[in-house]
């Protein structure tokens, strides 16, 4: 009974500190708090760390920064946040669109 308990107790630390971790923070409280002109630093206290850089390139001697929050649990769903010279200058949803398998045959 108390490995039971162990495992129980292991199983719960590493479910909640997953979802912790992984879970983006894309809530309309959140995203109330964001501003144009933040840099990337004040936009990822908001949302979180979990972000991929998706696009850089320079445009008119402007830095140009694209990141990615996917919004967990919904995959196909995520935003981009556009940053230029370190300011977000906007951001935008996307959905990812369903390959239908059956469609294509």
Same mark, same amino acid.
């Not at 039971?4 to 894309?26: G, K, V």
């Not at 850089?56 to 769903?77: G, H, L, Q």
């Given at each position: 009974?108390?490995?039971?308990?162990?495992?129980?107790?292991?199983?719960? =630390?590493?479910?909640?500190?997953? /979802?912790?971790?992984? %879970? @983006?923070?894309?809530?309309?409280?959140?995203? $109330? +708090?964001? !501003?144009?002109?933040?840099?990337?630093?004040? =936009?990822?206290?908001?949302?979180? /760390?979990?972000?991929? %850089? @998706?696009?850089?390139?320079?445009?008119?001697? $402007? +830095?140009? !920064?694209?990141?990615?929050?996917?919004?967990?649990?919904?995959?196909?769903?995520?935003?981009?946040?556009?940053?230029?010279?370190?300011?977000?200058?906007?951001?935008?949803?996307?959905?990812?669109?369903?390959?239908?398998?059956?469609?294509?045959?």
């Amino acid at each position: 009974m108390k490995i039971q308990t162990i495992i129980y107790l292991c199983l719960i =630390l590493i479910f909640s500190s997953c /979802s912790a971790a992984n %879970i @983006a923070r894309l809530r309309s409280s959140n995203m $109330d +708090k964001l !501003e144009l002109g933040m840099s990337r630093e004040q =936009l990822s206290d908001v949302l979180g /760390s979990s972000y991929t %850089i @998706a696009e850089k390139y320079t445009e008119d001697e $402007d +830095k140009i !920064e694209v990141i990615s929050y996917r919004n967990f649990p919904y995959e196909e769903e995520f935003y981009l946040f556009k940053f230029r010279n370190g300011k977000l200058e906007k951001w935008y949803r996307e959905l990812q669109p369903k390959y239908n398998e059956a469609s294509h045959k």
